[in-house]
């Protein structure tokens, strides 16, 4: 089977909100997607959709070319981490992972793989009633990677993690990525994503606003700014204003300049003698890139609703 997940023209009402409105994109194999925006862009609901969880008005979502529902052992085409709450308490976590393997028609011993690989150790034989959220993110983990899925969708999976969870999180999804497999991941942290995911579909009221490389979102959102560190902080933006760049100081010693390039500001600064320590380009973090991209796009705001 084809490791993607297409997604075309989704759209879905509950009662007057329109959760879905056009909702289009590609997951392509061998790379971390990151499908991120703000709170009720509709993220939960597409993943939903495309896991046969929850139906669209309008519109289709394929995995590896079908439907879900067209799915025979579904656990084998695609895994999927939603709702690290949904277990049975009172089993434990390797008896939670025996009876969804016995299910889907797959081992014991791919249970004791599953364990392993998650992390999960001594631990899987306790009751999964008592474990902490970043527990319960492996068991999930492992319970996704049972069916050994080419497409992968995961909702959140940092949540809950200690910072030696994240670390884990972040090895675990590159090298599922590195594998050929087609990787979903939501997360509301960018700083999250900003070393795991290549791709980002960036997602606002329902559609897609952008879909874009990593890289590529980084800078366009630097744009041609540079930065510069000097003492003469007001001496270093008359200079350079003069010559026709918009200056903003950005710390005590720290100013950002646009309309010039680096050279040239260097030229300058060296010409009116004015003392600099440290110049370069400006380089945008996707949490800048992201929260520019959304401006318009939070439903609600700090301050109140729009
Ligand atoms: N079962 C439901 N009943 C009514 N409205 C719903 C339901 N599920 C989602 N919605 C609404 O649909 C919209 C999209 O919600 P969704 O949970 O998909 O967004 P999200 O991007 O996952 O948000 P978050 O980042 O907060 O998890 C929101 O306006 C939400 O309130």
């Known amino acids: 089977m084809e490791a993607t997940i297409e997604v075309s023209d989704l759209r879905k009402r509950f009662g ?39 139906s669209a008005d309008e519109g289709t979502a394929l995995i590896g070319g079908l439907r879900y529902q067209a799915l025979r052992n579904p656990l084998s085409h695609v895994g999927s981490l939603l709702d690290a709450g949904a277990l049975q308490p009172s089993r434990s976590a390797r008896g ?81 990525a590195a594998e050929g497999r087609a990787v979903l991941v939501s997360s509301h942290l960018m700083s999250e994503l900003q070393d795991t995911a290549q791709h980002l579909v960036v997602v606002g009221r329902g559609r897609v606003i952008a879909d874009t490389s990593v890289a590529d979102l980084i800078a366009a959102a630097s744009g041609d700014r540079v930065t510069l560190r000097t ?43 004015v003392p600099f320590s440290e110049i370069g380009a400006h380089r945008a973090t996707l949490e800048e890139a992201y929260m520019e991209l959304t401006r318009d796009a939070v439903e609600f705001q700090s301050g109140g609703t729009r």
Do not use: C
């Open 16 to 54: 007057s909100t329109a959760a879905l409105d056009g909702m289009t994109f590609t997951v392509t194999p061998g790379r971390i997607t990151g499908f991120v925006g703000p709170n009720g862009a509709g993220k939960s609901t597409t993943m939903r959709v495309i896991l046969g969880l929850d």
């Open 96 to 176: 939670h992972l025996l009876w969804l393997a016995h299910s889907q028609g797959l081992s014991a011993r791919r249970v004791d793989e599953v364990v392993e690989y998650a992390g999960l150790g001594t631990a899987a034989r306790r009751k999964a009633g008592g474990f902490s959220l970043g527990m319960r993110q492996r068991l999930g983990i492992a319970a996704a990677l049972l069916g050994d899925p080419p497409v992968l969708i995961m909702d959140e999976p940092f949540n809950g993690m200690d910072p030696e969870g994240i670390v884990w999180m972040r090895g675990l999804l590159r090298s599922l």
């Open 231 to 273: 003492t003469a902080r007001a001496q270093a933006m008359t200079v350079l204003a003069r010559a026709g760049a918009v200056v903003a100081a950005t710390g005590s010693e720290t100013l950002t300049v646009s309309g010039i390039d680096s050279q040239r500001v260097a030229s300058l600064l060296g010409r009116a003698d």
